[in-house]
């Protein structure tokens, strides 16, 4: 069936640089967007979402870009710091919800110092 | 404003028994999801409830069942616990009826079955 997937499982990126995670996704009737960080032992945290109507937002140190040509989502993350380290997974949502959140398998984060 | 709680954080169960997961949304939010968390198969959606009422349900054997009450509190259960059933639980909560807005997440609930 039709899944969220990450390219990478690990990312090590120098405290300070700018982090990029991508996502891919195969549901084109996909239309909402949302990132999540998990720390080890504690549930997801969103970080930030996005609407098929939209090809960018940006929060604090975060932005989301969305492509949809290519099915294409990716999570920047400015300076980044040492409490950015943890699993960062993309989740997909399309068809009113039917299927609740279709979730990638994670990125883990690692925080060069 | 009080985030999601789960209850309990832990529980180790025998094969075979039941048991009962606890999930208090954010006040005034009326959506509540499940999702297991396994190493091999990631987060998967369980079901989602909204006013009392199991909307949408995943791809998970009759044995995962769920409710949600009149203050929007939901349990979940699982009946003839299997090994495989080892996971983290967790429940998130929204808004929205449509499940289109910020669904935010409790701590999980941790079951162990040997």
């Known amino acids: 069936g039709e899944s969220v997937g990450l390219h990478l499982p690990t990312l090590s990126v120098q405290e300070g640089d700018n982090s990029i995670i991508n996502c891919a996704y195969s549901?084109?009737?996909?239309?909402?967007f949302i990132w999540y960080k998990q720390e080890s032992g504690k549930g997801p945290q969103f970080i930030i979402d996005?609407?098929?109507?939209?090809d960018k937002r940006q929060g604090q140190r975060v932005t989301v870009l969305l492509n949809k040509t290519v099915k294409h989502l990716s999570l920047q993350i400015a300076a980044t710091q040492p409490g950015d380290s943890a699993v960062y997974f993309c989740?997909?949502?399309?068809?009113?919800?039917?299927?609740?959140?279709?979730f990638g398998k994670g990125t883990h984060l690692i925080i060069q110092p | 404003k009080a985030g999601v709680t789960q209850t309990p954080r832990y529980l180790i169960k025998t094969r075979g028994q039941q048991v009962t997961l606890s999930c208090s949304p954010i006040?005034?939010?009326?959506?509540v999801s499940w999702y297991q968390q396994t190493p091999g198969q990631g987060l998967q959606f369980l079901f989602e409830?909204?006013?009392?009422?199991?909307?949408n349900k995943g791809n998970f054997p009759g044995r995962f069942s769920g409710r949600q009450f009149s203050n929007s509190r939901s349990e979940m259960n699982v009946s003839t616990l299997e090994l495989g059933d080892s996971a983290l639980y967790l429940c998130?909560?929204?808004?929205?009826?449509?499940?289109?807005?910020?669904?935010?997440f409790g701590q999980g609930t941790r079951l162990t079955v040997v």
């Open positions: 989740a997909e949502m399309g068809g009113g919800g039917a299927d609740g959140l279709t």
């Open positions: 998130a909560s929204s808004l929205s009826a449509t499940g289109h807005t910020e669904a935010f």
């Open positions: 549901n084109s009737a996909s239309d909402y």
């Open positions: 006040s005034g939010h009326r959506s």
């Open positions: 409830y909204f006013s009392e009422t199991q909307r």
């Open positions: 996005i609407r098929s109507n939209m």
